[in-house]
């Protein structure tokens, strides 16, 4: 008798289980859905990645060359996909490029340069900090 009750619930318990988790990992596929920002963001990482994949910079000057490059590849897959700097952005760096520059004693036109490269590899809102890409319209 007892052991015909743990056939019956054992199944039951599994079953239950099971839609629990089927269902939580379909709530949670649902919620991590990239934007279209994000999925284009992505693949034109990839794309500026290949494209310096086979430079191996020896000074300095080639890594920042390779850097550049990088970014200018990121530039142009993004302008060709249909997104553009954001406008707003721009005034808000260029307000934070100007602290930056006396903290660490470099140009104003660095400090924006390397907060320009940092910030159009970003894709995904960070703590409703204005997105550097916006699309065209």
């Not at 988790?21 to 379909?26: A, G, H, L, P, Y």
């Not at 693949?43 to 080639?62: N, W």
């Not at 142009?76 to 954001?86: A, F, Q, T, V």
């Not at 808000?92 to 520059?101: N, P």
Request: proline share 3%; aromatic share 10%.
């Amino acid at each position: 008798m007892m052991l015909k009750k743990i056939f019956i619930v054992f199944p039951f318990l599994l079953l239950v289980f099971w839609l629990y988790e089927n269902s939580r990992s379909e709530s949670s596929l649902i919620e991590h859905q990239p934007s279209k920002l994000e999925t284009v963001g992505a693949k034109c990482i990839d794309l500026s990645e290949r494209s310096v994949a086979t430079v191996t910079p020896i000074i300095e000057y080639q890594r920042l060359e390779l850097i550049s490059r990088q970014s200018y590849v990121l530039s142009r897959c993004m302008i060709d996909r249909g997104y553009i700097e954001n406008p707003a952005w721009r005034t808000g760096a260029e307000r934070r490029a100007v602290g930056i520059a006396q903290q660490q004693k470099i140009s104003i036109s660095e400090a924006l340069e390397t907060m320009r490269r940092k910030d159009m590899a970003i894709f995904s809102e960070q703590n409703k900090q204005i997105s550097y890409w916006i699309g065209k319209k």
